[in-house]
């Protein structure tokens, strides 16, 4: 019998031609999910009114996506405001850095932060020189002091969030000879106290109550609760 091949060939060629859309049809679906997942999720960042490199880690470490913009407002201290209290003093100058980049970046979120050291109720801020560095480290050895971290969080709506922490150092007793190679080791001039717990901290502290984060530059157990409820970390 002879078979009609010309015939019969419209039927498997339709058979051929559904079977080829099925397969593009899924390729499409793969493509189109692949680009989804490649496609970058955009999350917003803060910007970190500091250039503290030690605030920059801190942030890093909680896996907050933040840039660094930095200004020009002056620092106040205990020479130029002798009548604030510390914690009032560290206050002023995080919200004074917030304001200064949030009067420029008005549609992001902006983070300022100022850490004091306090003795006797009065502030030990960043020593001009070493010797003043020096009698820093001697009032503080042998003794309790606080550390305090006031920070400025401010959101794209202007609303304004200030909140501080404050921690519990003691230093052990400081011999002339434990001083002057501390400061050898250490590059004091740009840290409030003129001392870093994370910088040859066994060689002075003695003990820490409260955050260790907060001496070193921030609060981030407490920061981490703004940033959570804004939907940042």
Same mark, same amino acid.
């Given at each position: ?79 130029? /405001? #002798? ?5 009032? &003093? +560290? ?5 004074? !850095? @917030?304001? *200064?980049? =949030? ?71 400081? /011999? #002339? ?5 501390? &400061? +050898? ?5 740009? !840290? @409030?106290? *003129?001392? =870093? ?37």
């Amino acid at each position: 019998m002879k078979i009609d091949r010309e015939r019969d060939w419209p039927q498997k060629n339709a058979k051929s031609t559904k079977k080829n859309e099925k397969f593009t049809g899924i390729f499409c679906v793969l493509c189109v999910l692949s680009q989804l997942n490649s496609a970058p999720v955009h999350k917003e960042t803060v910007i970190l009114a500091s250039g503290s490199p030690r605030r920059r880690e801190l942030l890093a470490e909680m896996g907050v996506a933040f840039e660094v913009v930095t200004s020009d407002v002056p620092e106040l201290d205990a020479i130029s /405001s #002798p009548g604030m209290p510390p914690v009032g &003093l +560290a206050q002023e100058n995080a919200r004074r !850095k @917030a304001l *200064a980049v =949030a009067a420029l970046h008005s549609d992001r979120w902006v983070l300022g932060a100022d850490t004091v050291v306090t003795l006797d109720n009065c502030s030990l801020g960043k020593p001009i020189s070493l010797d003043e560095a020096r009698l820093f480290l001697e009032k503080l050895g042998g003794r309790e002091h606080e550390v305090v971290t006031a920070c400025a969080l401010i959101e794209p709506t202007g609303k304004r969030h200030e909140f501080y922490d404050a921690t519990k150092v003691t230093f052990r007793k400081l /011999s #002339p000879e434990i001083i002057e190679s501390y &400061l +050898a080791k250490v590059h004091v001039l740009d !840290k @409030a106290g *003129a001392y =870093a717990l994370q910088e040859q901290g066994e060689m002075i502290i003695e003990r820490v109550e409260g955050s260790r984060t907060n001496v070193v530059g921030l609060p981030t157990e407490l920061l981490a609760k703004y940033f959570q409820a804004a939907g940042l970390l």
